[in-house]
């Protein structure tokens, strides 16, 4: 599956952006999908996952309460909408998709991988 990401960019802290990753090639509703970031000098950490269904949900406690994660098996899409930012959020964020649970974060490893998009937050 290919995973194009967007809606990056420069936010002050406060305020709000949201990412969409968009998924062709093969059936989106096979896989898990989750969001990770990497902030320079700092190695790539998980943020956010969904499961197939959307029903199974999981969040980082460092985004729990401010970011959601939703997904529509119709258009192909897994949006991350991310509130009340942070300047400790500036990383690049990555879609990924897999066919483990969506909280194996380990296994999307072992899948695909979007391009990443830049969140450049201000204080």
């Known amino acids: 599956v290919q995973l194009q990401a967007s809606g990056g960019g420069l936010v002050q802290a406060g305020g709000s952006l949201r990412l969409s990753c968009a998924a062709s090639g093969r059936t989106f509703s096979d896989y898990a999908m989750g969001w990770f970031r990497q902030a320079p000098g700092k190695e790539r950490e998980f943020v956010a996952a969904i499961s197939w269904s959307g029903i199974g949900i999981y969040y980082a406690d460092s985004v729990k309460g401010r970011f959601t994660i939703s997904r529509d098996n119709y258009k192909n899409t897994v949006t991350l909408q991310m509130n009340s930012l942070k300047p400790e959020d500036t990383a690049v964020y990555y879609c990924?998709?897999?066919?483990?649970?969506?909280?194996?974060?380990?296994?999307?490893?072992?899948?695909?991988w979007g391009q990443g998009t830049q969140v450049t937050v201000s204080s």
């Open positions: 990924a998709a897999s066919t483990s649970p969506a909280n194996q974060y380990s296994e999307y490893d072992r899948g695909f």
